[in-house]
């Protein structure tokens, strides 16, 4: 059941530079995203949401972009830090589902080089 | 900043064995959550708790996955008879309010490792 796809299993990146993942959904009942990272032998850490009444959310280097019509979103990181070296999950929900039930993508490791 | 806690962080079990994972959620969270993820695979929801029962849960969550808030601060998922398939990182989760916004994500554990060999 794919409901929630990354297609990309990796994506390298240079200090500084841009980073930009993305995610793709087929359920179109999804009315909510998030993005969470998550670090080796730790839990998925809650970045950034949107709902899917705007098309954009920006909040400090983190900027998720949401198209509905192409069922995809993306998540921008500028600049991109050592840190930021993690996989990233997209998730989302939809109303019919219960509080807290999420649809995991697959995930993106991202490695930033200095 | 709180932490949702889990315990142990790394068990082996023998098939056919009952173990219980334990997690301790954000003190003023109400909504709590176990989810897993199988080594390769993706992150799955399994079950949703509120209020001292079962909220929703998942087809993997069958008769032998249970769940319980025994006191006042733990949450525990049992697996009374774990089979090999149930190896896996089991994330706990909680959040503070009912709707999934900005300032109520779910917040998650660290994870517990589950071998069964």
């Known amino acids: 059941d794919q409901q929630v796809k990354q297609n990309s299993p990796s994506l390298s990146v240079q200090e500084g530079r841009i980073s930009i993942l993305n995610c793709d959904y087929t359920n179109s009942m999804f009315d909510y995203f998030l993005w969470y990272k998550k670090y080796p032998a730790e839990g998925p850490t809650f970045l950034i949401s949107i709902s899917s009444i705007k098309d954009k959310n920006e909040d400090g280097r983190f900027t998720v972009f949401l198209n509905k019509s192409a069922k995809h979103l993306s998540l921008h990181i500028v600049p991109s830090q050592p840190g930021d070296s993690a996989v990233y999950f997209c998730a989302a929900s939809a109303p019919d589902d219960s509080w807290g039930k999420l649809q995991f993508g697959a995930g993106t490791q991202v490695v930033v080089t200095p | 900043e709180p932490e949702v806690t889990q315990t142990p962080s790394h068990q082996v079990t023998q098939m056919g064995q009952e173990v219980i994972l334990r997690c301790v959620p954000i003190s003023n969270h109400l909504y709590f959550y176990w989810y897993r993820q199988i080594l390769g695979q993706k992150v799955e929801f399994l079950v949703s708790f509120y209020n001292n029962e079962i909220s929703e849960k998942s087809e993997i969550f069958d008769d032998q996955f249970s769940v319980e808030r025994p006191d006042g601060s733990n949450f525990t998922l049992k697996i009374r008879s774990t089979k090999l398939e149930d190896s896996a990182m089991y994330f706990c989760?909680?959040?503070?309010?009912?709707?999934?916004?900005?300032?109520?994500?779910?917040?998650f554990g660290n994870g517990t490792r589950l071998t069964v060999t």
């Open positions: 989760a909680s959040s503070e309010a009912r709707e999934l916004l900005s300032n109520s994500p779910l917040h």
